[in-house]
C-alpha cells in the first residue's frame, strides 16, 4: 500500500512539475536581454555583448537590432517582449531618438532596466530635459508611437535611479567577464577566461592589434578573435596585445597579424611601438579596416605617422617604412557596428580573412621586406630623402580611392 501510495504521488508530483513548467515557458519573454546602443559609437561593443552573453546560456537570448529587427515600426514591441533591458550608456546614446523610445518603452512597462555606464556618460540635467526638441534630433517624431515629450522628459529623470554597471575606459577580457557576471548574476568559466590574464597558456601563433585607446577598435579584436577561433578550431590561436604590452619574444616570420584599422589609429603610440617591433621578425600583417571614417594612408605617410609620443628618428623612419609595407596588401573590411553587419555578414567576412590569412605566404611579403631592408640607411638622414626611398619602394601602394572602389 506505501509503495503504491509513493508511486501515485511520484506520478502526479511529476504531472505537476511538468504543467508548472510549461505554463512558465509560456509566460517567459522570447528576449532575455535587449540591448539599446547607439550604433556608430557603441555597435562593436554591443556586438561582442551578444556573443558573451549568448556563450554563457542558451537561455540568455539577446536582441540586437541588426541580426533582430526589419521593421522599425516593430522596435517597441521587441523592448516590451524582453525581461531585461541593457542601455549602453555611451555619451552619444542621448542624442539618438530611436534609443530614447527604448527606454520610454522599458519604463513606462516596467522592464529591468541596467545601465552599463561609459565613464564619459553624463546624466540628463534639468535644462536637457526641458529642452528636449534640441538635445534630441527628431525626438518629435516619438509621438507617432505613442511617447509624449513628457514621457520622455520622466524617461530622463528615471536614469538616475537604475542600477549601473561601470564600462570601463579601457576594454579588456578581465572588465568585459565582469560585466556579464554583474547582468547575468552567474560567473565565467574557464573557458570564457581565455582571453583574460587568468587564460590557461596556448601556443598563439597570430596577433591581433588595435589602438587601445579605442573601445570599438578593441571590441572589434574580440570579436575576430571569437569568430576565428571558432571557424577555425584551432588551426590559428590568435593573441590580442593590450595598452603597454610588448610584441612576444616568440613572434617569427612564421606569424600572422591583423592589423585592426580605425580613425587616428595610426597616430597611437601602441600601434606605432609594436610594428616598430615587428620590422625585424617581418610576420605577414594584413590590414582590417573596421572603421568607415578610416582613411588609408598615401605616400609619403609623415602625417598619418605623426604618432601621439615622441618617438626618435630611427623608429619614425622604420614605422614609416612599416606603413607602406601593410597598405600594399588590399585590405579586408570587417566592421561589427556598421549597420548592414549581420550575424550573417558578418560570418562571411570572417571566411575571408581566414582564407587570406591561411593562403598568404610568406616569401612574397619577405621579398618585399628585405626590398624595404637594403634601403641604405643614409637616403634617410631627412626628412625629404626618407620619403623619397619609401616613395620608391611603395610605389604601387593603392591609394583610398581605390580601396572605396574595390
Not at 272 to 290: F, G, H, K, M, T
Amino acid at each position: 500500500m506505501m509503495f503504491l501510495i509513493f508511486m501515485i504521488a511520484g506520478v502526479l508530483g511529476a504531472i505537476l512539475w511538468g504543467i508548472a513548467m510549461q505554463v512558465a515557458r509560456w509566460r517567459r519573454k522570447p528576449w532575455r536581454f535587449f540591448l539599446s546602443h547607439h550604433k556608430s559609437s557603441t555597435g562593436a561593443a554591443a556586438r561582442l555583448l551578444k556573443i558573451h552573453l549568448q556563450k554563457r546560456s542558451s537561455l540568455f537570448t539577446t536582441f540586437l537590432d541588426t541580426d533582430n529587427l526589419r521593421d522599425l515600426t516593430e522596435l517597441f514591441h521587441f523592448v516590451k517582449d524582453s525581461e531585461t533591458v541593457l542601455v549602453l550608456a555611451s555619451p552619444a546614446i542621448l542624442a539618438r531618438k530611436w534609443c530614447i523610445g527604448e527606454i520610454v518603452t522599458a519604463k513606462q512597462h516596467d522592464i529591468q532596466t541596467v545601465l552599463l555606464k561609459w565613464p564619459t556618460f553624463q546624466y540628463p540635467t534639468e535644462t536637457f530635459r526641458k529642452n528636449l526638441t534640441f538635445a534630441i534630433p527628431g525626438v518629435e517624431a516619438l509621438t507617432a508611437h505613442g511617447i509624449s515629450l513628457d514621457d520622455v522628459s520622466l524617461a530622463m529623470k528615471w536614469l538616475g535611479s537604475l542600477d549601473v554597471v561601470p564600462f570601463p575606459d579601457l576594454l579588456d577580457a578581465d572588465s568585459l567577464i565582469r560585466i556579464c557576471d554583474n547582468v547575468t548574476g552567474t560567473v565565467s568559466s574557464v573557458k570564457d577566461r581565455r582571453n583574460s590574464g587568468k587564460e590557461l597558456p596556448v601556443q598563439a601563433n597570430c596577433l591581433l592589434l588595435a589602438d587601445p585607446a579605442d573601445q570599438e577598435a578593441v571590441a572589434t579584436c574580440y570579436i575576430l578573435d571569437e569568430m576565428l577561433v571558432s571557424l577555425l578550431k584551432g588551426e590559428l590561436l590568435p593573441l590580442m596585445l593590450r595598452h603597454g604590452e610588448p610584441i612576444p619574444e616568440q613572434v617569427d616570420a612564421h606569424w600572422k597579424v591583423l592589423l585592426i584599422c580605425t580613425s587616428g589609429c595610426l597616430k597611437s603610440s601602441d600601434l606605432a611601438a609594436w610594428l616598430v617591433d615587428l620590422y625585424e621578425p617581418s610576420p605577414v600583417i594584413l590590414p582590417i579596416i573596421a572603421d568607415p571614417n578610416f582613411l588609408v594612408p598615401t605616400e609619403p605617410y609623415m602625417d598619418a605617422c605623426d604618432v601621439e609620443a615622441s618617438i626618435n628618428d630611427y623608429e619614425r623612419e622604420v614605422y614609416v617604412k612599416m606603413i607602406g609595407i601593410v597598405f600594399q596588401e588590399i585590405a579586408t573590411v570587417f566592421a561589427p557596428q556598421s549597420h548592414s553587419s549581420t550575424q550573417e555578414d558578418l560570418e562571411l567576412r570572417v571566411k575571408q580573412i581566414a582564407f587570406r590569412v591561411q593562403a598568404k605566404g610568406t616569401t612574397e611579403w619577405r621579398m618585399r621586406v628585405s626590398s624595404m631592408h637594403s634601403v641604405p640607411s643614409s637616403t634617410c638622414h631627412s626628412r625629404h630623402s626618407m620619403e623619397s626611398a619609401v616613395n620608391v619602394l611603395v610605389k604601387d601602394v593603392m591609394v583610398k580611392e581605390d580601396f572605396i572602389s574595390f
